[in-house]
């Protein structure tokens, strides 16, 4: 790790001065410090934020929505009885969140600004790595875990963030502040794909900061299904977010939303089509999956994440329904 | 529970551990050590031409040594001469040590390392051993073989045209990892003309020999301190010597003491890991059942240099057939040299692979007959007195099939199999209405003969002592480190029973080559075995001492036992006793690698698997695991308990989650505790062991070893479980979701 | 040395944004990223009043309940200055990334990986690892002791910790509770059994 100087910061006033060009946010440094023990990340200095008593808390109800703070940690939202019993779909997944010290340390903002774990970006080859000959070295290396959407661009790591799943699928929007005042975003327009090694994968300003995710009010039913490798702590293949408003009992309105096949959050907007105005059956769910396969793309490894796609998807759905048939 | 609820003595060191005051070599105390590193290439072969310091770091303030300061020979001291301590001037893998640095403080050592730059030479560089034995790259020798070993028996190509079936299989097994939780890590201290180490280690010895020889110095000069050591597995059997002549050439060069601790990643990217195996297996069998005629081709992959190799090509080689009887078999084992960072010694040394091929293969051939996989097996099983396919007899009272029975029983098999098959025929029928979950129940027997092989343990020529205290107390006195097995706990108990004093009047520690004997490395499941088994030789000598001074009275009370020993030392007795191997049997010195007589017993086991299987996204279950393990007597059923545990979860990991990558450099990719998955508490299943140690058979007096036999059985008992779940056969580890999801997967290697 | 000064570094900044926008822009990812920012904006911000540290720093740390002074830089982990500079070895480097739980601390009560926690930003805060736990029939070390709950002994200290943490805040928990709970730790000979079956005999004993 190289050295940098640090600037603990106990506003959020203050923090936004200190994050000068060169600096970074650490929160609750389960990723930052990892990067810069990797010498992925050298900042020149470190604002700590999670002394910043204005940042964490969880407040609202599920009849008018829930803001959650920036430095709120994973453990605090579990413990949540709001988060609990009307966002099920954030609740679950932040409970398979890496491990109970992960949990009592990371912070939402953390969560949500995490780098991509692809292991060439991991390695110093940056986002887009490419050899000195200009080939690309996860498209013809190893891309097991690489992304099965918007695979003709250069960008083919998964995006890391298992929360903003949830939360795009809940419609939520980021609160940022930074030298220019504050601002509030859709969650989904946090993060921009990178075409170069130069561009950031994150469309936020500099100087910004996430102050708070508010999640608006509960209407329909919501769920999260995620697939892993093993069965104790570790990142999920593939999970999807569900989140439905019904009319009687077809599904007027969906959100579809998916981890780890495209360097973003990936909507579904044909799965999201295919369930509207459907009942929620396994037969429906599992149309539903079956459309959000249609335009995946998957390299020389990962094939087997399509399939992976379309179950999380009709188990997420059937999840909301309270149909976990597969439990039985 | 029962077996391990009797009253033995706890875990010697646990409480020391429990609170953190059990010092590994990384908890030593500052005491102005400067801190070693290595600097390394990162390229897989070529040549290296200089290195470039950067001009811009003070070099003054640091020590930096190449292979050009070594004053003895540039070595690493194993079986052949072939691996350089520091680089000779051709790079035959990535992360090879090139220089080594020595700096005041770790943070000035990480920027010296930073500071140098390998300027080389690249040439082409093979990962594939048949590639390799074509021969374009010199890596070894004249043709990349470290080590052929046939074995004939009979004759199987004749016989395969009388076969009424001929089943033919090839199997790949993956490196794995050790990921022992302690890092390699080492201290040498300049102490006279010599040099002291201490470290974490397997076999003290073998760095007596390694740092003398690499310092130009008598071994005399060289003492070694094992200390407490987080994990071994193999992984510390060959790699210290390496570190510890490292932090002895640094300690020299720089006059300080020098602690050389790897970091997680280097530790994973340089040192050996299990071999990868390619294995062909065509079995000919008559219509009944019974295996005529077996072929056997084993390829490991060696890595860069030796080490290991031929040792762990040797075991596979006389495991490779399995506990079954066959007449007519032909079998060609070859390690095989690449640009892979060499491979080494890891629990079950050869044999993990072997049975994986073995087990899975046997399944094959059943579903080809037609037969039940557990008749196919119980009508070839060994009985005592069978000969293995290199000459050896299986001993007395040493029988498979009731070890099969045993677990047969214990684990309701056949009626969970009935219930399984039963079960997943519903749920075939309810796959429309979404029921995935495919179960699987499979077995796999297994052996381990114990200690290293009759050539190599006659060659060691192991020495124990025991020394007596003027307290009446005894010492025990061996080379053999304590590494989570429970050497400390389990030598004391055999010498305390063997004298016949409490367990608290028996005192054993760490070993330090200036106080202990060399009764040979910590590896091979010996320690309880065979340096068990000169304790117990050297505890009866001091046994018929005291009868002859104090009576034959004195010798079965163990508090007038401690008082006679009390008074034999003040009495000016020296007290001390020794015992040395001597083999029984006359070995055939010309075979080194199968000698007829290999091992002086074998442990057996069989393991039982059941697992669960989400067909659609792939995600495997182990729900439960019953190990039956004949490994003759159980000197501390608690500890013996764990150790089965413990190599089950090993087994499991290495079947299912540990995935290891390699770069393009021929390196490890995913060289971390988060990119390379080891089983964590929620992956592990209920595990039941079971022992059979309580008959009234000479082959349960003694201890065979069981260190090793517990890794063996869950890959291929996983692998069927898993064929039985899914309708397909598993041919190489790990069995990935990727594996069970794409229907259209690669079954073949 | 430069120890809690108000940032001086107006110019260098400013040199900083010039000179290696390069480096700053395929080297650091950071959500503040540092491309395209407008250098008035920069100077602006650059001088405003913030308290930066750099170099060596005194601190005071309450580790097991003694408050203890020393010397370290912002970068040095918590691991390291309780291994290195505070001789508290029970917390062990296995991973140093974070996946192991071998160095779990106790802070404020909840446990945390000390691998990837500053010491810096754990001034102020309690500090507690295994040395300070119970010894005696009631407290969990015991209870691994009674259930061979180790082997090699490197991942104990972490497993003793993250017990005692999951028992502070779940005094009683279910099996499945205890084997969640103590997901943040790897044992690589494989004693869960042994791990799981304390813990739970653990919430026993100290009910009693």
């Known amino acids: 790790m190289k050295a940098f100087e640090y600037v603990g910061a106990t506003s959020v006033d203050q923090a936004v001065k200190a994050l000068t060009p060169g600096s970074a946010p650490l929160a609750g440094g389960t990723d930052l410090i990892n990067r810069m023990k990797d010498y992925v990340t050298s900042p020149e200095r470190v604002v700590y934020l999670n002394d910043v008593k204005e940042l964490a808390g969880i407040s609202g109800d599920a009849a008018s929505g829930v803001t959650i703070l920036a430095g709120t940690r994973l453990a605090e939202i579990l413990a949540s009885e709001v988060v609990k019993s009307a966002y099920p779909a954030l609740w679950q997944t932040t409970s398979e969140v890496a491990t109970p010290q992960i949990r009592n340390m990371a912070s939402l903002g953390g969560n949500l600004f995490q780098h991509p774990r692809c292991w060439y970006y991991r390695s110093g080859f940056g986002l887009v790595p490419k050899t000195t000959d200009g080939k690309h070295m996860l498209r013809e290396g190893d891309n097991r875990y690489a992304a099965i959407f918007m695979t003709d661009g250069d960008a083919l790591y998964v995006h890391p963030s298992s929360l903003a799943v949830p939360l795009i699928a809940l419609g939520a929007k980021a609160t940022l502040v930074g030298p220019e005042g504050e601002r509030t975003v859709e969650v989904e327009e946090l993060y921009k794909v990178p075409t170069s090694n130069s561009e950031s994968p994150f469309a936020t300003k500099p100087g910004e900061i996430l102050k708070s995710v508010t999640i608006p009010a509960s209407k329909g039913k919501n769920a999260s299904y995620e697939a892993r490798h093993k069965q104790a702590h570790d990142w999920p293949l593939v999970m999807a977010s569900v989140n439905l408003t019904f009319s009687g009992e077809t599904v007027s309105d969906a959100r579809v939303v998916v981890y780890g096949v495209a360097p973003v959050p990936w909507r579904s907007k044909a799965a999201e089509e295919a369930i509207k105005d459907k009942v929620i059956t396994v037969e429906s769910a599992r149309s539903a999956g079956e459309a959000a396969a249609a335009g995946a793309k998957p390299l020389s490894m990962n094939g087997f994440k399509v399939s992976m796609l379309k179950t999380v998807i009709t188990r997420a759905l059937c999840t909301s329904a309270g149909n976990k048939y597969w439990e039985a | ?749 | 040395m430069r120890d809690n000064v108000t940032d001086p570094n107006a110019a260098s900044r400013r040199d900083f944004l010039r000179g290696s926008s390069v480096a700053a822009a395929t080297a650091v990812l950071t959500q503040t990223a540092q491309v395209g920012m407008d250098e008035a904006a920069a100077e602006a911000l650059a001088t405003q009043q913030i308290s930066a540290q750099s170099g060596t720093i005194s601190v005071t740390l309450q580790v097991n309940g003694k408050a203890l002074k020393t010397e370290i830089e912002p970068r040095s982990t918590l691991l390291d200055v309780l291994r290195h500079r505070l001789d508290v070895t029970g917390p062990k480097r296995v991973c140093d990334r974070g996946s192991c739980g071998a160095c779990t601390v106790i802070l404020d009560g909840q446990a945390v990986y000390s691998c990837t926690t500053l010491a810096i930003s754990s001034q102020g805060k309690t500090i507690r690892t295994l040395e300070s736990f119970d010894t005696g029939e009631g407290g969990v070390p015991h209870a691994f002791h009674q259930n061979d709950g180790l082997m090699c002994g490197y991942c104990t200290p972490g497993f003793v910790t993250a017990c005692q943490a999951l028992l502070e805040k779940n005094p009683n928990p279910t099996l499945e509770e205890v084997k969640k709970g103590l997901d943040g730790n790897i044992c690589r000979c494989g004693t869960y059994v042994g791990v799981i079956q304390a813990a739970l005999d653990a919430a026993k004993a100290i009910k009693v």
């Open chain 2, 1 to 749: 529970m029962t077996q391990a609820d009797r009253n033995e003595p706890r875990r010697r060191n646990a409480s020391k551990l429990f609170y953190g005051t059990e010092p590994f070599v990384d908890d030593l105390p500052a005491q102005g050590d400067w801190h070693g590193g290595t600097v390394r290439s990162r390229i897989a072969h070529g040549r290296l031409i200089r290195l470039k310091f950067s001009p811009e770091f003070d070099w003054s303030q640091v020590v930096v040594v190449t292979a050009a300061d070594i004053p003895g020979k540039n070595l690493v001291v194993c079986h052949e001469e072939d691996q350089p301590s520091l680089c000779d001037g051709t790079i035959r893998h990535y992360g090879e040590p090139l220089a080594l640095i020595a700096a005041p403080d770790g943070e000035l050592l990480h920027k010296a390392l930073r500071a140098v730059e390998p300027v080389v030479e690249p040439l082409p560089a093979v990962f594939d051993p048949f590639e390799s034995l074509k021969g374009e790259t010199r890596i070894f020798g004249k043709d990349n073989l470290f080590l052929e070993i046939p074995i004939s028996k009979g004759h199987a190509a004749k016989q395969f045209a009388s076969c009424d079936v001929v089943v033919e299989t090839n199997h790949f097994t993956p490196a794995q990892e050790h990921a022992y939780l302690e890092t390699q890590g080492m201290r040498a201290t300049l102490e006279g003309n010599g040099v002291r180490i201490e470290g974490s280690m397997q076999c003290p010895y073998y760095l007596v020999a390694g740092v003398a020889r690499l310092l130009g110095i008598p071994e005399t000069d060289v003492r070694v301190s094992a200390m407490q050591t987080g994990g071994g597995f193999g992984g510390k059997e060959d790699f210290p010597t390496m570190l510890a002549g490292h932090a002895a050439l640094l300690a020299r060069k720089c006059g300080r003491p020098v602690r050389m601790i790897y970091s997680r990643s280097e530790d994973m990217a340089a040192t050996t890991k299990r071999h990868p195996a390619w294995i062909r297996r065509k079995t000919g069998l008559s219509r009944a059942g019974q295996f005529l005629a077996m072929e056997l081709d084993v390829v490991l992959d060696g890595g860069a240099y030796a080490t290991l190799s031929p040792f762990v090509l040797s075991r596979a080689a006389l495991h490779a057939v399995g506990p079954y009887r066959c007449d007519h078999v032909s079998i060609c084992a070859r390690a095989v040299a690449t640009n892979h960072p060499p491979n080494g010694g890891f629990r079950g040394f050869g044999c993990p692979q072997v049975h994986f091929a073995t087990e899975t293969h046997i399944e094959a051939c059943a579903e080809k007959l037609g037969v039940d996989p557990v008749e196919l097996r119980r009508m070839n099983l060994m009985k005592p007195g069978d000969a293995m396919p290199f000459g050896q007899l299986l001993g007395p009272g040493t029988y498979p099939g009731v070890v099969l029975d045993e677990a047969l029983h214990r684990s309701r098999f056949e009626e969970r199999r009935a219930e399984i098959e039963a079960k997943n025929r519903t749920s075939e029928r309810r796959t429309d209405s979404g029921d995935f979950e495919k179960r699987g129940i499979g077995l796999a027997m297994f052996m381990h003969g114990t200690g290293l092989n009759a050539y190599w343990e006659k060659s060691v020529r192991s020495r124990v002592r025991l020394a007596a205290t003027a307290e009446g107390q005894v010492c025990v006195l061996t080379a053999q480190a304590e590494f989570g097995q429970g050497t400390l706990t389990a030598l004391a108990k055999i010498a305390a029973e063997s004298i016949g004093l409490a367990d608290s009047d028996i005192l054993i520690d760490h070993p330090d080559t200036a106080l202990v004997p060399d009764s040979g490395p910590t590896v091979a499941s010996r320690t309880v075995s065979i340096v068990g088994s000169l304790i117990h030789e050297a505890a009866s000598r001091l046994r018929q001492h005291i009868e002859e001074r104090a009576g034959l009275a004195a010798i079965y009370d163990p508090r007038r036992l401690k008082a006679a020993i009390a008074s034999c030392v003040s009495g000016g007795d020296s007290m001390v006793f020794e015992a040395e191997y001597s083999p029984t049997d006359d070995t055939d010195d010309a075979n080194t690698w199968a000698p007829p007589n290999a091992y002086p017993a074998y442990a057996l086991g069989c393991c039982v698997a059941e697992v669960k299987i989400d067909t659609l996204t792939g995600e495997i279950g182990v729900v439960d695991v019953h190990m039956i393990c004949d490994a003759g007597a159980v000197v501390c059923h608690r500890l013996a308990t764990n150790q089965v545990f413990g190599g089950a979860v090993q087994g499991i990991g290495w079947a299912l989650t540990e995935k290891l990558a390699w770069n393009e450099s021929g390196g490890m990719r995913n060289a971390s505790l988060s990119d390379y998955a080891i089983p964590s508490a929620a992956d592990v299943p209920e595990i039941h062991a079971h022992f059979l140690d309580d008959q009234h058979s000479e082959r349960y007096r003694y201890p065979i070893g069981l260190g090793e036999l517990p890794m063996e059985g869950p890959g291929p008992a996983i692998a069927n479980a898993v064929a039985m779940a899914t309708g397909r056969r598993p041919r190489r580890l790990p069995i990935s979701p990727e594996w069970i999801v794409c229907s259209q997967g690669p079954e073949e290697s």
